[in-house]
């Protein structure tokens, strides 16, 4: 039997290719310039080889993670394989992700972006290439679906519907419109049909990713407010009635409840006029099945790059069987696989008809708490859990190695963490900036190392040490502790929700099933189906039924938290999951967006002093960061998602066809030994 030995070699490996590639964005501008016909060559040779099939192609994506039908914007939820269905159908951003640093303005959107001030705001003029359309062929996309995309996301009516766009609080005026005080938003205007702009408040600069500010997408008037219009007012833009005799704006939560959440023909469920380089064809909700064609007027992403692949399809899979469904035909490509057996079948597959893709995740798995109720409100419990934990158990059953144990907020493929494991630095950097990066390390960060001792401690000294009769704990022959809170007596009982078929739960069910009692603890564990578990998570009723549960992420493409743990009542639900309040934490989130672009050394300074205050405080227990593995059949050609940011980005380069010449496993990295 084959035994997985190296994997300090393996992470190693990953991590010295993605420092060698992130290492070619940390260079000074000049550098940047004269390097940029080099990129254009690079991309123009990746894709040389990409032939057009004479017969259509399909390719059939497996997912680990179900889709919850959230297709319209993520101020509803932000799942996983959600976001890659966005991505797909969703296009034209006014800027690009163009690296972990950079984001830039989209040329193939954007021919013009001029700068100025109003006051002391800055203000952006955008204008739009003159032939946007949506895929319909027939619907022009103008700057009225900018300014309208901007004003429905950030309306009073959307917010009553439970979106959350605090994205667009940058936006001057944002807090009156969104309170619903004023009609217009005056940071928004419509200059003609091709032009508007966008005024950011002068608090919110400078920001680290710069032009990311001007994130917008297009989103078409005719179906998600089909009897208004935009127009534009000297106090900023605002919907208006498509008949001039209406004193009303007939823009309302009832209009969006139908025209965003009708369950047969609603645009969160099914989005059908879209902007994106595929079009949504169909989706079965009790399935989880989604399916997508290509889109035929889809002008290029921002390197001009259309599909060639004319369908898709994206279903979930289960890790017992994922494996199966990919030899017998029924799956072309496994995306974002973590399960180590699984990983370890298909490693042996690798060769023989079959190809993987490794890449490091952006992300983490964690324990998410509910910080706004129950005794995991309190700091010690929580740092008391992440005692009663071991880590390093969990990666070694549950990934069999394929991953690092983390102790923070961040995930093995940022730029921030290579930073601090060493394998990163700035091009030309003097000796003393160098010492100065060296001194950033992650070193600073408690481990809790697994130790029951240290978290009974912590317990007594939180005033965890009565009965259920208020009288002194005592230890074996009282089984719970309780915390006298004002006049009641809280009992140290911890609900967990554990998702259906989720090999990771059920490791951390165990682990803290045979801690917790060790410790005057109590778990009651509930299972429940994933969208269940996500629902609450994201307080779709507006509180929660469970403290705990097991789960991952992958961060945005801003690594911006400060929304994510804001204080404010406004913010929670999708934004403020971990239902923290601790101003502290969320003033160093803003120093860190506060950063100057480019201004690498500062902002990895700011981003290891929240990291800091993140490891004290545990609004989640952090568990691990791993190694994503893709395996697909060899006749997907020129896939390569450790070049992109997602699947859905790596396709568009990608072509169905026969295979050329096929690696054999002694051609590449050896991964394990007999």
């Not at 640093?101 to 700068?115: A, G, H, R, W």
């Not at 399809?313 to 973590?338: F, H, I, R, S, Y």
């Not at 060790?518 to 403290?547: C, H, N, W």
């Amino acid at each position: 039997m084959r035994k997985f030995t190296c994997l300090l070699v393996v992470l190693l490996m990953m991590i010295q290719g993605l420092g060698a590639y992130a290492e070619s964005l940390l260079i000074d501008e000049a550098s940047a310039a004269s390097e940029e016909s080099v990129v254009s060559s690079l991309t123009e040779i990746a894709l040389l080889g990409r032939p057009e099939a004479s017969q259509p192609t399909h390719v059939t994506v497996g997912n680990p993670t179900m889709v919850s039908g959230s297709f319209f914007t993520d101020m509803w939820g932000n799942n996983t394989s959600d976001i890659d269905v966005r991505t797909l159908v969703h296009g034209y951003n006014t800027v690009v992700w163009s690296s972990q640093l950079q984001f830039v303005i989209d040329p193939m959107v954007v021919s013009n972006l001029t700068t100025g001030r109003a006051g002391r705001n800055a203000v952006y003029t955008i204008t739009l290439q003159r032939d946007l359309t949506y895929n319909d062929g027939k619907t022009p996309i103008t700057a009225k679906d900018y300014v309208f995309s901007l004003l429905l996301c950030a309306s009073p009516q959307a917010a009553a519907l439970g979106a959350e766009s605090s994205r667009y609080a940058q936006i001057a005026g944002y807090d009156n419109y969104h309170s619903g005080k004023t009609k217009t938003l005056s940071g928004v205007r419509l200059i003609d049909e091709y032009t508007f702009s966008i005024a950011i408040k002068a608090d919110y600069e400078p920001f680290f990713f710069d032009v990311a500010h001007l994130w917008c997408i297009p989103y078409p008037r005719s179906v998600l407010a089909p009897y208004c219009d935009v127009e534009d007012t000297n106090k900023g833009a605002r919907l208006s009635s498509i008949n001039p005799s209406e004193s009303e704006v007939p823009f309302t939560v009832e209009v969006l409840q139908e025209t965003v959440f009708d369950e047969n023909d609603g645009y969160m469920l099914y989005p059908r006029l879209t902007s994106g380089p595929y079009q949504l064809t169909g989706y079965d909700q009790a399935s989880g099945r989604v399916d997508f064609a290509i889109n035929p007027y889809y002008k290029g992403n921002y390197e001009g790059v259309k599909p060639l692949i004319d369908t898709l399809t994206l279903v979930p899979v289960a890790a017992e069987t994922m494996m199966e469904q990919l030899q017998n035909g029924e799956v072309d490509l496994l995306n974002k696989c973590v399960d180590g057996t699984v990983i370890t079948q298909g490693l042996v597959l690798r060769g023989s008809g079959y190809e993987l893709q490794n890449y490091a995740r952006l992300g983490y798995g964690y324990c998410a708490f509910a910080c706004e109720q129950g005794p995991q409100q309190f700091t010690a419990v929580r740092q008391a859990i992440a005692y009663c934990i071991d880590k390093d158990t969990f990666i070694r059953d549950f990934l069999q190695g394929f991953g690092i144990p983390v102790h923070g907020y961040y995930g093995l493929g940022q730029w921030m963490v290579l930073a601090a494991m060493g394998s990163l630095r700035p091009e030309e950097a003097t000796d003393a900036e160098l010492a100065a990066w060296d001194q950033l390390t992650l070193d600073q960060l408690n481990p809790y190392t697994l130790n029951l001792e240290e978290a009974k401690r912590l317990l007594i000294k939180n005033g965890w040490t009565l009965n259920e009769h208020g009288e002194k704990f005592v230890e074996g022959i009282d089984d719970v502790r309780y915390k006298k809170i004002g006049k009641e007596l809280m009992r140290l009982s911890i609900r967990f929700a554990k998702a259906q078929d989720s090999a990771g739960a059920q490791i951390i069910v165990d682990q803290l099933t045979d801690a917790l009692p060790q410790i005057g603890g109590e778990l009651l564990v509930s299972e429940v189906p994933f969208t269940e578990m996500l629902a609450d998570f994201y307080r779709k009723d507006g509180v929660r039924a469970y403290d705990m549960n097991f789960m991952g992420t992958n961060f945005q493409a801003v690594f911006d938290p400060y929304q994510s743990f804001h204080t404010g009542d406004t913010i929670a639900g999708s934004v403020n999951t971990s239902g923290l309040r601790d101003k502290e934490l969320m003033q160093l989130a803003w120093k860190m967006r506060k950063t100057k672009p480019m201004d690498l050394l500062a902002y990895q300074k700011n981003w290891l002093n929240f990291q800091v205050r993140f490891n004290a405080l545990l609004p989640t227990i952090p568990l691990y960061s791993n190694v994503y593995f893709d395996f697909h059949t060899d006749q997907l050609q020129n896939y390569e998602p450790n070049a992109y940011d997602s699947w859905p980005t790596a396709i568009l380069y990608a072509y169905v066809g026969e295979p050329e010449e096929l690696r054999t496993i002694e051609e590449d990295e050896v991964f394990f030994e007999d």
